[in-house]
């Protein structure tokens, strides 16, 4: 009975040991085959990028094959080409980059050149050929620019130099020599354009000066001195007596472009707008003006009418009842000019008188762009 329990156990134990080994050679196995499976997908994606790393190469697609090649990974088949590869084709990539600076050299599209290698640089960081290359164009391009502005400033383009350097180069910050001629030009510029607003003012044109200093800001959106000229223009630019309500008046009359030009007694012709006639005819020619103590001066031009008899009369002007000016006229007397200083003055009258014993009949006198300054 012994000898039967004792053969029992021994079987049992034989058989355990044999299932405890089968089932370890299948855990064996089975991690055998994932190790398998995954070199498998490990050398399909090397063979993938590889592909098209080549396809990238033949295409002159060299950066986007450097990329691929990169992906191939060591132990595959084909990591040693791949390396081969990543020489070659930057070596192919940089020959390239080069060619095309080059191309764009010759065509004086120097930005476009600094772009392509500063993207290069960024790729290819420790290249010194690359770096080397970067600093010849940016220097080709600052002299590029100073021959180009010198060429344009000689020829009196202020305007032409300025904005290639800000507008079409965009470089003022770039270079130091550039800089320092886009101040010079800059100077220039606006010093004359300030002298033309000058002398458009001195000739009675404020309209036009403005102009002029307004357009001159196109160019120079934030130059101080312009705007402070243009502005202290606008400030003193003269008020026409035509923009001004005539509170009372008598015998006196606006001349506009329906009435035409008017003439005086010599022949000279008057254009209509900022055009008045006054006149004396059994009564006084008479025009009261607030102006409110705002302007300093009054100006203008007084001519006697060909509608003048030959008697003579006198054109009176005051200041708040105070008489400024007082001057005789007849047929014979040539144009005058007014420039009169009203300062604090509140109310303006303008009148015409007649002179006893000169004669007979109405006495009419042009009062020709009077205006006003501040």
Same mark, same amino acid.
Request: hydrophobic share 30%; net charge negative.
């Given at each position: ?17 044999? &299932? ?25 994606? &090397? ?18 094959? /450097? ?16 390396? *081969? ?28 050149? /600094?772009?392509?290698?500063? *993207? ?72 004359? *354009? ?30 101080? *001195? ?74 203008? /031009? ?73």
């Amino acid at each position: 009975m012994k000898k039967l329990i004792a053969g029992l156990i021994s079987l049992t134990l034989t058989f355990s040991m044999v &299932s405890c080994s089968d089932s370890s050679g299948n855990n064996n196995n089975n991690q055998e085959a994932g190790n398998n499976q995954e070199e498998t997908v490990v050398d399909s994606a &090397s063979e993938t990028a590889f592909s098209k790393g080549e396809q990238y190469f033949n295409d002159g697609d060299y950066a986007s094959a /450097i990329k691929s090649y990169e992906q191939v990974a060591e132990g595959s088949p084909n990591y040693e080409t791949a390396q *081969e590869r990543i020489q070659q084709a930057n070596e192919e990539y940089k020959n390239k980059i080069i060619d095309d600076v080059a191309e764009y050299a010759k065509k004086s599209e120097y930005k476009n050149a /600094i772009s392509v290698l500063e *993207e290069a640089i960024e790729k290819m960081p420790d290249d010194n050929d690359l770096k080397t290359k970067l600093e010849e164009i940016n220097k080709e391009r600052c002299d590029y620019i100073l021959e180009e502005t010198n060429e344009m400033v000689l020829n009196d383009d202020y305007v032409g130099a300025i904005d290639f350097i800000t507008k079409k180069e965009q470089c003022a910050d770039t270079y130091p020599e550039v800089a320092e001629k886009l101040e010079e030009y800059t100077a220039a510029y606006v010093k004359k *354009e300030i002298e033309s607003a000058d002398g458009m003012v001195k000739d009675g044109d404020y309209d036009g000066a403005i102009e002029e200093l307004g357009n001159a800001l196109t160019t120079l959106p934030s130059n101080e *001195e312009l705007t402070k000229k243009k502005k202290e223009l606008e400030d003193s630019k003269p008020v026409p007596l035509s923009d001004f309500k005539i509170t009372n008046s008598e015998h006196f009359e606006q001349i506009t472009v329906d009435d035409g030009a008017a003439e005086d007694s010599i022949g000279n012709v008057y254009a209509p707008g900022n055009l008045y006639k006054s006149w004396e005819d059994n009564g006084n020619g008479l025009a009261e003006i607030y102006v409110g103590k705002e302007y300093t001066k009054l100006s203008g /031009i007084c001519a006697t009418s060909d509608e003048c008899t030959e008697a003579t009369g006198r054109l009176e002007i005051y200041a708040d009842d105070k008489m400024i000016y007082s001057q005789k006229f007849n047929r014979k007397s040539t144009p005058f000019n007014i420039d009169l200083d009203i300062t604090n003055c509140e109310w303006l009258k303008i009148q015409v008188t007649f002179v006893k014993d000169t004669g007979y009949g109405p006495v009419t006198i042009l009062l020709s762009n009077f205006s006003l300054y501040k």
